[in-house]
């Protein structure tokens, strides 16, 4: 019994393997259960057993690493109010340097950034995708709202709130369509300290 959960879980591994493969050379709308079965030199039925359909699959693809809006929403939720720009600040560059380090995740949110057309098929991972999207900007909001008089006149929790996820998402789609434009080591702390300087009247670089 135990070689044959191991054995099952080869295949299982193999198939998401495939699937990553493909989905980034081919698009996830161009690649058929049919296409994957036979990269990961199985069945049909292999796939069908392990995975409902193609977007159950994608969604297990996802699964394998924590994604930003993901990492980035589990981590906000624990942040203390006692420092919040500094862990925001840490929060945001950790999550750029990772893309960097983590090959994997750079090609499954590349797969995800660009690769990847939300059909009726792959509505559930489109509705997760705006769900941690949503949360992420409504818990930095809350967090930013502690210190709300340091933030530049006109500025509003909100608005800093918006202009931080949407700089930090730009970064993400710049930095997966052509990783050499940026360092992993050098980089994100000199990104996120511009964007910091421009949101928070008297931002000081953290050591």
Sequence with gaps: MRRTKEEAEKTRQAILASAEHLFLARGVAH????QIARDAGVTRGAVYWH?????????EMLNQVRLPPEQLTERLCVCSKRQPLKELYRLYV?????LGHDEQRLRILTILLHRCEFTDELSEAEERHNAFINLIIDTSEKLLGSVADRLRPGISPRLAAQAMHSMVIGLFTDWTRDPGLYDAD????????????????DWETPA
Excluded: M, V
């Design 51 to 59: 995975f409902q359909n193609k977007a159950h699959l994608f969604h």
């Design 94 to 98: 950790e999550a750029l340097a990772s």
């Design 186 to 201: 050098r980089d994100p702390p000199r990104l996120i300290d511009a964007l910091f300087h421009g949101l928070i009247r």
């Design 31 to 34: 690649t058929s259960l049919d």
